[in-house]
């Protein structure tokens, strides 16, 4: 059998297992390239090859754990973003495109304004925490995370892009027990909402840490934590930048104004969801 076979054979297989044909057909590609180390510039010359001896075995092992609705960043053990390669493991929430936004905004609010220091709240694989600080060679940063796992994955991403000599990682619950006045915090927490966890997809409601996913029955309830420990950990003026679910916008809106915050803008992501606050942390007699 060529290589072409057996990944025609696979895509199949994972069609059938309900995942949508063109990403089953993505997927049984991408595993291919993985087990045999190619790339796709090299895939596409040589997929009519005949299969190499080692390969079928090796290549049925990724296919059974995908057809398993193993998401295939955990497959790989990487996933790239804000064009970066992080490492990821079930420890760890798989980086979205979307929340390339929030790397964005706080690249924006640092263009007048640069930050001396920064904090990553929940860090996960570090993905934020490590952009920002290849993106901000200046600045010094803290990553907090409630789990010891998490940290240690984002300790190796830090290291592998050549900042971690600049970046803190605190094991605690958000931002508590920190002192400290940063210039910029950004927070990607849990915000998915407990009673929509059975219509999740299986790859994220059965694979990726519910810790990181599930922010109670409104989704809010992290996020609300945050903005008020927020306040505390910043200097007047700074800036707070945070991701949020679909519908949660006009709550978000609400939070801040009631504590006191300054609302500078919501954006939404390419779907046109609103998805990104910037908010601004006024002086304390104005709160």
């Known amino acids: ?32 390239r993985h087990a045999l180390g190619w790339d796709r510039a090299h895939y596409l010359a040589h997929r009519r090859d005949a299969e190499p001896a080692d390969f079928e075995a090796q290549y049925q092992t990724l296919v059974g754990r995908r057809l398993r609705r193993e998401p295939p960043a955990y497959i790989l053990g990487t996933r790239e973003f804000w064009g970066l390669d992080f490492e990821v493991t079930p420890d760890v929430l798989i980086p979205r495109p979307e929340s390339e936004l929030l790397v964005e905004e706080a690249l924006d609010t640092a263009k007048d304004d640069p930050p001396a220091t920064l904090v990553d709240v929940g860090t996960g694989s570090g993905c934020l925490a490590v952009a920002l600080a290849h993106e901000l060679p200046a600045a010094r940063v803290t990553a907090t995370d409630v ?57 994220v409601r059965d694979h990726e840490p519910a810790v990181a996913l599930f922010g109670g029955a409104d989704g809010l309830d992290a996020l609300a934590r945050i903005i008020d420990q927020a306040w505390r950990c910043l200097r007047p003026g700074g800036r707070f930048v945070c991701e949020f679910g679909l519908g949660q916008d006009e709550a978000v809106r609400s939070y801040f104004t009631r504590r006191g915050w300054t609302l500078e803008r919501i954006r939404a992501d390419l779907q046109g969801i609103d998805r990104t606050a910037v908010a601004r942390r006024e002086k304390e007699d104005d709160r």
Not at 13 to 26: H, N, S
Not at 153 to 172: D, I, L, S, Y
Not at 176 to 197: K, Q, T
């Open 1 to 32: 059998m060529t290589i072409f076979d057996h990944v025609t054979r696979a895509a199949t297989a994972l069609g059938t297992a309900g995942i949508p044909p063109e990403q089953a057909a993505r997927d049984a590609e991408l595993l291919a």
């Open 147 to 203: 789990s010891a796992p998490a940290l240690a994955v984002a300790r190796r991403n830090a290291e592998r892009h050549g900042v971690a000599a600049r970046v803190r990682f605190v094991r605690t619950d958000l931002l508590e027990g920190l002192a400290l006045a940063a210039d910029l915090i950004v927070a990607n927490p849990p915000y998915v909402a407990s009673r929509f966890a059975a219509g999740l997809q299986p790859e």
